[in-house]
Nanobody
Framework: QLQLVESGGGLVQPGGSLRLSCAASGFTLDMYHIGWFRQAPGKEREGVSCISTSGGNTNYADSVKGRFTISRDNAKNTVYLQMNSLKPEDTAVYFC????????????????????WGQGTQVTVSS
């Protein structure tokens, strides 16, 4: 059974950094596009970033461009989200999601693009 497990969340001060991990089990990650989403209390889940199967295509939400970096280590079956210069508005539960490879090596930050989801990890940015 395909399973995604997020880790690395926590409490950090504004301006700080965190690295989230999305570990896969039950399948080979290099066959899947991976996305990161987040959901703050009272708000809809929004796309943060995504990376294609090859890693050749990445996308970021405007709100995180220049601060967040997505990467993948297929040997470790893990995708990472490096988050720098964190702001209080980055506070949310962060989810990773997977979609089996498509004809084109492109990913999209749309919830409907992804089929499988992790349980999420809480990120809180506060002084």
């Amino acid at each position: 059974q395909l399973q995604l497990v997020e880790s690395g969340g926590g409490l950090v001060q504004p301006g700080g950094s965190l690295r989230l991990s999305c570990a896969a089990s039950g399948f080979t990650l290099d066959m899947y596009h991976i996305g990161w989403f987040r959901q703050a209390p009272g708000k809809e889940r929004e796309g943060v970033s995504c990376i294609s199967t090859s890693g050749g295509n990445t996308n970021y939400a405007d709100s995180v461009k220049g601060r967040f970096t997505i990467s993948r280590d297929n040997a470790k079956n893990t995708v990472y989200l490096q988050m720098n210069s964190l702001k209080p508005e980055d506070t949310a539960v962060y989810f990773c999601a997977a979609r089996r490879r498509t004809v084109q090596d492109l990913c999209f930050m749309a919830r409907l693009f992804f089929n499988d989801w992790g349980q999420g990890t809480q990120v809180t940015v506060s002084s």
